[in-house]
């Protein structure tokens, strides 16, 4: 059985005075059970319209999903007992109650038997380090600790799916370090993880699969090494005051995309490692002398490597 | 079965949850010293207009009416906390947990019937006394059970308002205390029912606290016992109808927001 | 200083229209007017129909003025720019005032409201015979009003649990204010205690404005709301520079 299955999911929101904005268009994922699978994709790109649908607070326009076997729309009790939610922010929590009080009443609304719930809230206290503040208002703690007891809460009904919607946005570098340690823990344990995320590095590290998503589509679902090759392939040099016949030598050159002039600017697209190199040769050469590489973004380089659109499209 | 021991579960962890939250904001200094003195003085200044007029039964008239109303005016402020759930993120995931929002939210709150409840007590048995309207002690003790019978079904109304407050968030605060100055007007507290035009007497027979606080003066001035719980028997079945109307009120509101996508994540 | 005073007013404006829990108390005046008036119609008294109008709107005005300076001081502190507030190099002070008195200064069209509910709903005519001393009472009113609410915007900075104390200033000062029932029938013991109580001079005074005799002593009872509101903007102030003190001295504050 696969944890989530979707299948030509689309999610429409009608807007007052302005046409529908499509969310999701035809999307199709399968995580598979006991993988962590990341979701990659920049603001917009349906990533948590996606998690809402999974975790059944918002209805598909058409199409299905399923989570570990269920109908988020016909089988809503089952996937609710089965997945978890967690998401990034300050919000989601009662503030003035305690981590301990929080739990437990989650876990009672996750319908765990008394005795069941206590055990399970001491033991995810303690597991992610939030025993010795238990008793305290949550008012008090730092991000990082707020973040945990998100986790959690998240876990205090044994999902055997778990969605993390964006877990480390806004954490201090170390928190969010101790975050993905837990990730890696959990994924140990055979939970089933969606996690999405705009952080490549974070994917890296986590994931099994990633899949990429933007305006709503999924654009492929691939190893995460292999993704981060792509990021360290493609490059861009600029350049100021270069001539036509120097432009047209550079586009010649093994390994550059595209050659293009923005004002009395140029821009070299480069899609294979090394011939970045050979191209600011040539250019420091001819004496130009204003030069800058840089990397292009995530998303720049998903169209680039799946599309046959050039990078300098966006 | 179980669905009815795991409701009970949740209530129990909600209306503890509840409890927390009000040990969280008063103290026993500062509830008795500004929050129930603030309540006496709002018993005492009708008691005054009592006076102002002229007239023993109205000052006991508004003493009694006033006091019952302590109860519902503080009951209401469900809607203000049901709100709170919203402005904490945490509907999403009451939505998507497996436990039914209605029963969650039905439990949440209930830190202000005990907070009610407590203060109608000690306004109608030691400040009553204390404005020169003499009660008989007996009746006046076996009012209180009849108080909270009053505060859960003005509790479901609530809960009714507030499922509507959590649709128009900006007006929260608006939407309950629309609800509470309704009640003081319309059910009997300050004029009897009978005061209004006939279209509003309707309006006043399905709101909450109308029968219970009609009971409460009967039962006061030593009507029969069946008379007075024939009145609180009308008191629960209007609750029972409220009950009914916030569950559904709940559900709506889980299910067009999951149509229209107006449950927000995160944040 | 006139500049800022006019700048945070325009601010409130901006802030009301988003906002319209700050003007609940206007919407929720009609139904308050109405309970009271339902009464004094109740018991034969229409010529207490005055006193409804006038308490009705004085409840309104001051538990208008209460919320604004506490929900001021609270989103402040909830967005964390108050000590930033605090700390600009502008009378804290004056910021506040413009901010609370725009919202007094509407409240009292209230009165207006009240007195068009008594005539619709019950059909009573307010009578005013001296106008012009109503609105100059009105004005003074208004004047100790916003200091009051002053000395209420510093305390609610300093306590740490504000919303409390927010809550518990309502009724107790619309008894000892005299707004709808004058303090002459609060027992003896407490009415030296309201003599200091800007609101029951005012409400006083008002109330004898609606009257058809003429009001006595007015020039002295006019002097008194006035003093009385020049002492609370001076206690607004002092604790304003207790408050910055301890700013400056350990960067926050409140307690919390």
Redesign the interface.
């Given at each position: 059985m696969t944890a989530v299955e979707v299948r030509h999911l689309r999610?429409t929101?009608?807007r007052r005075k302005k046409e529908p904005r499509t969310a999701l268009d035809d999307l199709n994922l399968v995580v598979e059970t006991g993988e962590v699978h990341g979701l990659l994709g920049p603001n917009g790109a349906g990533k948590?319209?996606l998690?809402?649908i999974l975790?059944?607070?918002?209805?598909p326009t058409s199409g299905t999903a399923r989570v570990d076997g269920f109908d988020v729309v016909e089988q809503t009790?089952e996937v609710?007992?089965a997945?978890g939610?967690v998401?990034?922010?300050?919000?989601?929590?009662?503030?003035?109650?305690?981590a301990r009080?929080n739990l437990?009443?989650?876990?009672?609304?996750?319908?765990q038997p008394?005795k069941v719930g206590r055990k399970r809230v001491e033991e995810l206290l303690e597991r992610l380090g939030l025993q010795e503040r238990a008793d305290e208002?949550v008012e008090t703690f730092s991000r990082g600790m707020k973040q945990r007891l998100h986790l959690a809460?998240g876990l205090v009904?044994t999902p055997r799916v778990l969605i993390l919607?964006?877990p480390t946005v806004g954490m201090d570098p170390v928190a969010a370090r101790d975050f993905r340690a837990l990730v890696v823990e959990l994924r140990g344990e055979g939970h089933s993880i969606l996690l999405t995320t705009h952080d490549m590095a974070e994917a890296e590290e986590l994931c099994d699969r990633v899949s990429l998503m933007d305006g709503g589509r999924l654009i492929a679902t691939e190893d995460p090494k292999t993704i981060g090759s792509w990021l360290s392939r493609f490059e861009r040099v600029r350049a100021e005051g270069v001539s036509p016949e120097l432009a047209a030598r550079l586009r010649d050159l093994p390994g550059v995309a595209a050659v293009e002039s923005r004002g009395d600017q140029i821009v070299v697209e480069v899609e294979e490692a090394g011939a970045t190199g050979e191209a600011l040769r040539l250019l420091v050469e001819a004496g130009v002398t204003s030069l800058a590489t840089t990397r292009p973004t995530l998303e720049e380089v998903y169209l680039q490597a799946i599309g046959d659109r050039g990078l300098g499209v966006r | 079965m179980t669905v009815l021991r795991n409701n009970a579960r949740v209530l129990r962890y909600a209306f503890t949850s509840a409890m927390a939250d009000m040990r969280a904001t008063y103290t026993w200094k500062s509830w008795t010293f500004a929050w129930l003195a603030r309540i006496l003085c709002q018993v005492t200044l009708f008691a005054l207009i009592g006076k102002l007029l002229g007239s023993p039964e109205q000052v006991e008239y508004l003493v009694v009416g006033n006091s019952v109303f302590i109860v519902a005016d503080i009951v209401m402020m469900v809607c203000a906390t049901t709100a709170w759930e919203r402005l904490a993120g945490t509907l999403p995931l009451l939505v998507s947990c497996p436990s039914t929002p209605f029963v969650v939210f039905a439990g949440r709150s209930v830190q202000w019937l005990v907070d009610g409840l407590a203060c109608s007590t000690v306004s109608l048995l030691l400040l009553a006394p204390v404005l020169g309207v003499s009660l008989p002690l007996g009746a006046a003790l076996t009012a209180v059970p009849m108080i909270a019978v009053i505060s859960v079904s003005v509790y479901f109304f609530g809960l009714t308002l507030a499922g509507l407050a959590l649709r128009v968030m900006k007006a929260r605060n608006l939407v309950g205390r629309l609800g509470s100055i309704g009640l003081m007007v319309l059910t009997g507290v300050q004029v009897p029912v009978t005061f209004w035009p006939v279209p509003v007497q309707y309006m006043s027979n399905v709101l909450p606290l109308t029968h219970g606080l009609h009971a409460v003066r009967e039962h006061l001035h030593g009507a029969p016992l069946p008379r007075v719980l024939a009145l609180l028997s009308l008191e629960v079945a209007v609750g029972t109808a409220w009950t009914v109307i916030a569950f559904f009120t709940y559900r709506r509101l889980v299910n067009s927001g999951r149509h229209d996508g107006t449950i927000e994540f995160g944040g | 200083m006139i500049a800022l005073f006019w700048a945070s007013v325009r601010f409130q404006l901006q802030v009301l229209r988003r906002s319209p829990d700050y003007l609940m108390a206007v919407v929720t005046i009609p139904l308050l007017a109405i309970a009271f008036l339902a009464i004094m119609k109740n018991a034969g008294r229409a010529d207490l129909a005055p006193y409804a109008v006038l308490g009705s709107t004085l409840m309104t005005v001051w538990a208008t003025a209460l919320f604004v300076s506490g929900e001021l001081i609270e989103s402040e502190r909830t967005q964390g720019t108050l000590e930033g507030v605090l700390a600009a190099p502008v009378q804290y002070q004056v910021l506040v005032l413009g901010r609370i008195s725009i919202v007094t200064v509407l409240s009292f069209f209230g009165l207006a409201e009240s007195i068009v509910v008594a005539w619709l709903v019950f059909g009573y005519l307010i009578a005013v015979p001296h106008l012009g001393l109503l609105l100059l009472t009105l004005l003074c009113t208004a004047f100790a009003m916003v200091g009051t609410a002053s000395i209420m915007a510093g305390l609610f900075v300093l306590a740490r649990s504000a919303r409390i104390f927010q809550n518990s200033l309502s009724y107790p000062f619309y008894v000892l204010g005299g707004t709808v029932v004058p303090i002459a029938l609060l027992p003896g013991w407490l009415q030296p205690v309201s003599k200091i109580v800007f609101l029951s001079w005012a409400s006083d005074l008002l109330r004898d404005c609606l009257a058809p005799t003429p009001p006595r002593d007015v020039l002295f009872r006019l002097t008194m709301i006035l003093v009385l509101g020049a002492v609370a903007f001076a206690i607004g102030h002092l604790l304003t520079k207790k408050i910055l003190r301890r700013v400056r001295q350990t960067g926050s504050a409140g307690y919390a």
């Open positions: 999610r929101y009608t948590t319209t998690c809402k975790s059944t607070v918002l209805l009790d609710r007992r997945v939610i998401f990034g922010g300050e919000r989601g929590l009662y503030t003035r109650l305690t009080q437990l009443y989650w876990s009672a609304l996750y319908r008394t208002p809460r009904g919607d964006e | - | -």
